[in-house]
């Protein structure tokens, strides 16, 4: 079906303090329609919310879950579903080609079902490039907004539902953070809780400042209020969400009363009852303060466990990736979290082939995983994203170098991982439990502070509680246990 395009006019100028209070409306609204829609069909229509990406995404998509059934519509996993949005990512090159390829195949379910409605929303669509070609080649999708408008999709949703255009709503850029909004949560026991949004490091390979757009922190009482929200709801583990976590906070105003650094949330976020786990992504290796290490030593609720992203181990790819720090600064940080705070896992991301990364680069990064001891590191292949400076740059590494190096360092963060992981065998530990085991069911499944998986005898009654655990048996990435 070939639609008008329909594209909306509306911008930042129209948010305001009573937004939710509209979108509450607009909730109403699209209820109407569900039903409806619902009468037409004879049953309950359903809808899909497919997620790429990082934890930031995961949490917009609760939001936009929750929002589709208190609307009326039943959660299904299958894409054939009477809506379907995909949430998208842009990080890396083979999330969009994911997209596309999920795309596809959804228009052969609309041409069966002409009820059906497809939404596309999240960091790609940031693009200007990516929603041209949805809108040349894709015409059959419904509704595309960005990562700034997802607060309205209550709003878009109805406008989709009213009309057969192609509605489409990207904003550039926006200031503003909307509260109490709807949030449906994919746990009962933990859930993310995003502290900022946006990011103003502006490394040279990445997105994510240019579809995230500037910093904006959370208040500190909207995020203590909500801690406290899913405490009393029964949630024991939040896990405190921004781009660089420790720049929370430099966005307000000097003088501003509510004004706190990142480790003063972390306390004020410890001290609120039930919640047992607290954990947060991402710290940048640049702003990691004695401040947040001596917080983190002095609360046994904060999880034992940093990620902390190193990216190159060439202080010469670092500065050309401007990370601002440099090899030995790195090194000497995770000496000091290691002083400080022993039993702490260090994880990472790593990127190989970036534009005129050599073989030595490499053994740089290879010597800054040893020395590190990472617990465990993402690898990722350098991916050009248009628009950043590093697509820019002439000396691109040819694939089979990169492929090469990539191995190279593959080998020894398995090896070091391992060797990690193994120290804690024969160790009595706390685990939360998150499910259970997809492959036998007289197993359960849960983590560790310290994030490391453990599996052991248990049932689904002890979801979501804490309890303490014998690491038997390390298995590489995870343990066998038994509960003692
Ligand atoms: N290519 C490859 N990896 C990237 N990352 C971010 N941008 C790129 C890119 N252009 C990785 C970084 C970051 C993680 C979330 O994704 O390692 O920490
Ligand atoms: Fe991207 Fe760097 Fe910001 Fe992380 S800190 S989101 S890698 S620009």
Same mark, same amino acid.
């Given at each position: 079906m070939i639609k008008d395009i329909n594209i909306l006019n509306s911008?930042?100028?129209?948010? +305001?303090?009573k937004e939710s209070l509209k979108q509450l409306e607009f909730i109403e609204k699209a209820k109407g329609y569900v039903e409806e829609l619902s009468k037409e069909l004879g049953r309950k229509p359903s809808a899909c919310v497919v997620t790429f990406g990082c934890q930031m995404n995961a949490r917009d998509s609760e939001k936009l879950l929750a929002i589709l059934k208190l609307v009326g519509y039943e959660e299904t996993e299958s894409e054939n579903a009477d809506f379907v949005i995909y949430n998208t990512c842009t990080v890396r090159d083979n999330a969009d080609q994911r997209v596309f390829g999920r795309l596809g195949a959804c228009s052969n379910h609309k041409k069966k079902n002409p009820h059906m409605k497809i939404a596309i929303c999240g960091c790609m669509m940031q693009e200007q490039s990516a929603v041209e070609k949805i809108q040349k080649s894709y015409r059959f999708v419904d509704l595309i907004f960005g990562t700034h408008n997802i607060y309205k999709f209550a709003e878009l949703l109805c406008t989709c539902l009213e009309s057969d255009r192609m509605i489409i709503d990207i904003w550039k850029e926006t200031d503003k953070i909307v509260e109490d909004l709807p949030v449906f949560r994919k746990y009962p026991f933990k859930s993310g809780v995003n502290i900022m949004f946006g990011c103003n490091n502006f490394c040279t390979y990445c997105i994510v400042p240019y579809v995230r757009g500037r910093e904006r922190s959370r208040a500190p009482k909207d995020i203590i209020r909500e801690c406290e929200k899913l405490a009393a709801d029964g949630v024991k583990e939040v896990m405190l969400l921004g781009q660089n976590v420790n720049s929370y906070g430099n966005d307000f105003e000097e003088g501003d009363p509510s004004r706190i650094t990142f480790p003063q949330l972390l306390e004020e976020v410890c001290k609120v009852e039930g919640l047992e786990r607290v954990r947060f992504m991402t710290p940048h290796p640049k702003d990691f303060s004695d401040e947040l290490l001596d917080v983190i030593a002095a609360n046994p609720k904060i999880a034992r466990h940093i990620h902390l992203p190193l990216q190159s181990g060439s202080t010469e790819i670092l500065r050309r990736m401007n990370r601002k720090y440099t090899k030995d600064a790195y090194l000497s940080l995770v000496d000091k979290i290691r002083e400080k705070l022993p039993e702490v896992a260090i994880t990472t991301d790593i990127i190989v082939g970036f534009p005129g990364e050599t073989p030595a680069d490499v053994d740089e990064t290879i010597d800054v995983v040893k020395k590190a001891s990472f617990d465990n590191a993402f690898t990722f292949i350098y991916s050009k994203r248009t628009? +950043?400076? #590093? #697509?820019?740059?002439?000396d691109q590494v040819p694939e089979k170098e990169v492929k090469e190096n990539f191995d190279r360092l593959l080998k020894v963060v398995q090896e070091t991982a391992r060797i990690q992981s193994e120290k804690l065998t024969g160790k009595c530990e706390k685990v939360l439990v998150e499910s259970v085991n997809d492959q036998d069911n007289s197993l359960v499944t849960g983590r560790l502070s310290n994030n490391t998986l453990v599996h052991f005898p248990g049932g689904e009654e002890l979801i979501g509680e804490i309890v303490d655990v014998k690491l038997s048996e390390c298995h590489g990435f995870y343990f066998t246990g038994e509960r003692i």
């Open positions: 911008s930042k100028e129209d948010v +305001t303090d628009g +950043t400076p #590093a #697509a820019g740059f002439s």
